[in-house]
């Protein structure tokens, strides 16, 4: 799988993410994977 794929299943995750606790770890495994 590649960085990029990782981050869009990330960002479909994120969309699903249904309280602000979610939608944190999310941003912060997208920055994270951005990040390198």
């Not at 969309?15 to 602000?20: E, I, L, V």
């Amino acid at each position: 799988m590649t960085n990029y794929e990782m981050v869009q299943k990330a960002a479909e995750e994120l969309f699903k993410a249904k309280t602000p606790e979610q939608v944190e770890i999310f941003t912060r495994f997208i920055a994270f994977l951005i990040m390198g």
